[in-house]
């Protein structure tokens, strides 16, 4: 159960600090809204520190289902019968964590007319919608941070959880400099277990979950991360 439970615990804390700083930022009423992108991306890349900082004590603190594939790929002491723990727990996590966000911002989610923004608030949506370059952006994104992640969390790199904050510092460059065009899920627990949570929670007012947009988001990290896992075995 411990790694099912840190991966649980690990993307439900960065699901309430990742989504909730997106909440504070667009929601009508809040004490951060309008403030920006800048304060969205290193929201996340706090929420991703502390996601992984909390899941090391009981596992290997993946908390994206990208990540975790590429890692069975590899092997080096990661199996693909470890996978379904890991993505039960970071999907169920990533469904908590949206639901403790809606029950937070409530008020606020019922004071904003903007469906869109609701919307943005659990998963992500293209500023230009393309489906070959929203896919592309997607597995760019993913490629960079399970590259990156992979070396980061290498048995040499001896960080141990400390690997948290270089993760989170390549997130927060991710963000800054590949969030424009789809919002960098490069994860897809991420957007697709508070997408469906958008879709089933009783928001007033609210749009469609834009599931013709959904798949993007779940096959490009997927894809990305894939690619990052074989360039990365090539280069061992």
């Known amino acids: 159960m411990h790694p099912f439970l840190g991966e649980f615990l690990g993307t439900a804390i960065l699901i309430i600090l990742g989504d909730g700083v997106v909440a504070n930022v667009v929601l009508n009423k809040t004490k951060g809204n309008n403030s920006g992108w800048i304060v969205i991306t290193f929201g996340w890349a706090i929420a991703v520190f502390t996601g992984i900082f909390v899941a090391s004590h009981f596992s290997k603190a993946h908390l994206n289902p990208a990540f975790t594939l590429a890692a069975a790929y590899i092997g080096d002491g990661f199996s693909w019968a470890d996978v379904p723990a890991y993505v039960g727990g970071q999907f169920l996590g990533a469904m908590t964590g949206a639901l403790a966000v809606w029950l937070a911002y409530k008020l606020h989610f019922n004071a904003t007319p903007d469906a869109d923004a609701k919307l943005a608030v659990f998963c992500t949506g293209p500023a230009i919608r393309s489906t070959p370059n929203n896919l592309i952006t997607e597995m760019i994104g993913t490629f960079m941070l399970v590259f990156a992640a992979l070396y980061i969390a290498a048995p040499d790199a001896t960080l141990g959880s400390l690997k948290a904050l270089p993760v989170a510092l390549v997130v927060l460059g991710i963000g800054l400099s590949l969030g424009g065009p789809t919002g960098y899920a490069i994860n897809p627990a991420?957007?697709?277990?508070?997408?469906?949570?958008?879709?089933?929670?009783?928001?007033?007012?609210k749009r469609d979950s834009d599931w013709t947009y959904s798949w993007i988001p779940v096959i490009g990290p997927v894809v990305g991360g894939m690619l990052a896992?074989?360039?990365?075995?090539?280069?061992?």
């Open 190 to 205: 991420r957007d697709l277990g508070p997408r469906i949570m958008h879709a089933v929670l009783p928001i007033p007012g």
């Open 229 to 236: 896992g074989v360039v990365f075995k090539l280069l061992s």
